[in-house]
Structure formats: C-alpha cells, structure tokens
C-alpha cells in the first residue's frame, strides 16, 4: 500500500510486488471481517477459487456476504469453476448473484454484449471501506487453464490499481448499489434508472455508473477543462472512434495530453495510434519482457491550480461507453493525486516506447 494522508488507500499491483500482491490484500480483508459483518463485491472476471473459499468461510462464521458475478464475460467460459463452487451446496446460497445480460451471437467461447464490467470490493470491518479500481481475481492458484491467461492477461503480476474510499457517505452509498445490483439485476431500461444517472456525492469524490442516458461523465468533466490544462490518460483500451475524436479535439483546444496505453494491438490499435500521434498528442505503449498487461484505468488532470484523480473500471470503448455497467471516480483530492501520479511517473519511466511520428510509422 502506498501511504497517503487521506480518506483513501491506494494499493497498486505490478512486477514490483510479490505476484498475486492485490488479490492477497483482498484476502487479508476477507478474513478480517467478524460475524455480523458484511462483504458486498461486484466483478467481472473471477477464478481465484481459493479466494472464493475464503468467501464461502466468511458467510460460514457469520458475515452478510454477496457477490454479484459477471455470468459469461468476453472468454465466456472464464467464471465458471468460481460459480460452480459458490453455486454449490456449501456455497454462498443466495449471496451469489451470476449476472447475464442477452447480447450477440459469438463464436465459442467468446460473449459479445452488455457486461457487469464493475469492479467494486466492499467491506465493513476492521473499518467501512469500499475498493474500486481496475483489478479483477482472475487468477487461480494453481493456474488450470493458462489458454484464459494468454487470453486476458496475468494480472495477479500485471499493472493494476485498487483504491479503497473511507468518506462514510460514499461507502453507504457503494454498498447499497452493489446490493441493488445482487438483489434486483439490470434489466433493459436500466440506463434510464434514477440510480444510474444519479451520481454518488462524497467530501472531494464524485461517483458515476453506466450505462446511462446523461453525458459520459469522464468526457464531461474533460470537456470543462481549461485549454491550458495537463492530462495524463492510462488506458488498457482504447478503441471507439468517439474517444479518439474527443482526445484529438482536446489536444487541438490547446490541451497538453499524454496517453500511456497496453501494449497490445488488440486493445489500442494501430490506427488509434497513429491518429493519436498525428493530432500532436504524445503518446507512448508499455513495454515489458514479461508481456504483463498494463490493466489500468486513470486519468490525471491539472488545470490552473488545481488537480484530479479519475479512475475506476470504465475502457475507451464502444461496449464499455454504450452497453457495460461501469463504475468511475472523480477526485480532488490532492494526496491521492500525488499517490496515482507518482505511481503513473515509475510506470512510465520503468515501462514505456515512445510511438514514432505517424509518417515514420511502417505498416
């Protein structure tokens, strides 16, 4: 954990750390809730079965748990020893919550169309906290199926990021959405919700979900920025022409971008890059011998005094802009800004290419 004086901890996964470092942390949490405590989770890839057990065990000496479970996520079949075991007789019973929405027809082993994409880890004890941030147990110890980690990544030693919010408000509030989510799934006129275009207020964070019929919320703050502002996005994903439109057009306003992106052509593409650079933007990939992803989700803004922290599960994508159920933050604080940049300024100097100009770039 990097210490910061705040009402949050931030906890970040990566090379650096022991493997398994945040799931670990998750554990840890796990076990330090007493009977007559609470644990409330959303996710969207889950494989860790030994930290399943660990919620099976929990529910077993007394704590209110529920796990609201992504049912067939993008490798469709990804979740399905972890739903088995919870599912079974001396699993969680009503706690778990396997969440399908109808979507496309795929080909095997793949789910194309809306996804429970959050990812939110309440707890009750040893105090009130509620993580979100990037990082998803889909991991297993030992790995079974290492085709699933060529697929999604190792992000048990990949760069990841959990931030845990103390503002009581914002805990309410997160724990009562994750139990809405378990007692009452989405349906199809979700997005036209109350609780989906309501944003949760706390002291110096502000938190919005998708999918929605208001304004992106990230593009919307973006969009108040002044022209001589700094952004710095992180981006595992970056594939809708509507976000790279809106990052050229902040970077013809005046605004000084920097985009830091996986490594994968997949999840930020080539044309991506090359139009990113072309518009002036500086843009770099991460790089490592270990093939690790770079999972994560941030974008830090200074604009004219004053700095904020955005972070959460939301990608630079169609499915994830029109169709996920994401969760994102938006912070003022300046410690945890500190903390995330900090971190962001070690990722970067550690584990970075610079993309060349678009017309030196060969097919």
Known sequence: MMAINSSAEVYFGGP???????????????????????????????????LAQALIQARKRGVNVTVSLAGKPRTADANEAVIALLAG?????????????????????????????????????????????????????????????????????????????EDARLVAQLVRHARSLHKTPPGLFYRFSAEANNAIQGTDTTIHFW???????VMHFLSNISDQAHVRIFASHIRTNAAVNFMIELAHRGVSLEIFAESTYRRVTTKVEQRLIAAGIQFKRSRNQDDLPMHLKLVLVE?????????????????????????????????????????????????????????????
């Open 16 to 50: 650096d750390q022991p493997a398994g470092y945040l799931r670990d942390m998750l554990e840890a949490r796990i076990t330090a809730v007493p009977a007559g405590g609470s644990i409330d989770w959303v996710t969207y890839y889950f494989r860790d079965l030994k």
């Open 89 to 165: 007789p001396d699993g969680l019973g009503d706690g778990l919550r396997v969440v399908v929405f109808p979507g496309m027809p795929a080909p095997p082993g793949r789910a194309w169309g809306p996804q429970l994409h959050e990812k939110l880890y309440c707890f009750s004890h040893p105090k009130p906290i509620a993580f979100i941030g990037s990082f998803n147990p889909s991991g297993n110890h030992p790995e079974n199926r290492p085709d699933i980690i060529r697929e999604i990544g190792d992000h048990d030693r990949g760069y990841n990021a959990l931030i845990g919010l």
């Open 303 to 363: 604009d004219r005094g004053q700095v904020w922290s955005i972070f959460g599960s939301f990608n630079w994508t169609k499915p994830s802009f029109w169709l996920n159920h994401e969760i994102a933050a938006i912070s003022s604080d300046p410690l945890l800004f500190q903390a995330l940049s900090a971190r962001c300024d070690w990722l970067e100097e550690r584990d970075s290419s610079v993309s060349l100009p678009t017309d030196l770039v060969t097919a």
């Open 211 to 217: 999918p929605r019929t208001h304004s992106h919320p």
